[in-house]
């Protein structure tokens, strides 16, 4: 008797994740049989829970925060670019009884700047980047593979971003926050990976009077959609993107492998994550 496929997200806390919404209005739309599942784990518990899933029937899971790069302790198989990033966002459980990790963090935010800014140029001008955490190390890794000529890279503590630098190499250029402002003057790209201006948190405070109109903007948090570094970067002129694309996008590559069907990132399925 063939199961029906389970998959989910695991983190801690969970409640807030929008992908649950997002994968099922992708079930449905292709008609497929298949559940998705927040799951509330405590990292003591996080080995325990996936190995045992797999005897339940799941095909595969999404981890978020906090158990991202202890999952790569945990797994069998790792991805190089999951071994790069130091992080792994998505599971796959194989019928051999391994345990595959891969990170799409990556891919989800190039593919949402393309599709959110079709125009813009990976070769054409220096990236910046704020912020130095896990989110940052899957865009500064995407970055460097599109051909981004050089990345200003800008933490409040700056000894993080020096980490990157060793890690990523010579095109990226280590900024001090309080001269953050000035790496916007030569960005054709602006990424926030911080989670400031997320709801309930303080505001990026960091100057906007050096970026460029021809500059594109795009902010990782995706609560509120429009964070104030969006709609102050839209008033000067700008480009801007909002996170939630990253988050519908790097959820696709994960869809297909655990369903058998590449979903799309439309105007129905940031409707589904909205609701």
Not at 174 to 201: F, P, R, Y
Request: proline share 5%; with cysteine; charged share 20%.
């Amino acid at each position: 008797m063939n199961r029906i496929p389970l998959a989910g997200v695991i983190g801690h806390p969970i409640a807030h994740s929008k992908s649950p919404q997002l994968h099922q209005h992708w079930l449905k739309m292709h008609g497929l049989q298949g559940y998705y599942i927040p799951m509330d784990v405590m990292s003591d518990d996080l080995e325990n829970v996936l190995k045992t899933l797999p005897k339940m029937g799941f095909v595969g899971v999404n981890i978020t925060v906090p158990h991202k790069e202890h999952v790569m302790q945990i797994a069998d198989l790792i991805t190089d670019r999951a071994t790069l990033i130091g992080a792994a966002n998505t599971l796959i459980f194989r019928k051999d009884g391994k345990i595959h990790a891969d990170n799409t963090d990556g891919f989800g935010f190039i593919e949402n700047l393309r599709q959110g800014a079709p125009d813009w140029d990976p070769k054409a001008a220096p990236a910046a980047v704020l912020g130095a955490g896990g989110a940052a190390r899957a865009v500064v890794a995407a970055l460097l593979d599109v051909g981004v000529p050089e990345i200003l890279i800008s933490n409040r503590t700056k000894v993080r971003a020096e980490k990157l630098q060793d890690d990523f190499g010579k095109r990226l250029t280590v900024v001090d926050w309080v001269q953050a402002g000035n790496i916007l003057e030569d960005a054709s790209l602006v990424v926030n990976t911080t989670s400031l201006g997320m709801m309930g948190k303080p505001d990026l405070r960091v100057p906007l009077d050096g970026l460029q109109k021809s500059a594109v903007v795009t902010d990782l948090v995706y609560a509120p959609l429009k964070t104030h570094l969006l709609l102050e970067a839209e008033a000067a002129g700008c480009t801007t993107v909002d996170g939630l694309g990253m988050l519908l996008h790097q959820a696709v590559p994960a869809f297909e492998r655990w369903f058998g069907q590449r979903p799309e990132v439309d105007s129905a399925a940031r409707a589904a994550a909205l609701r």
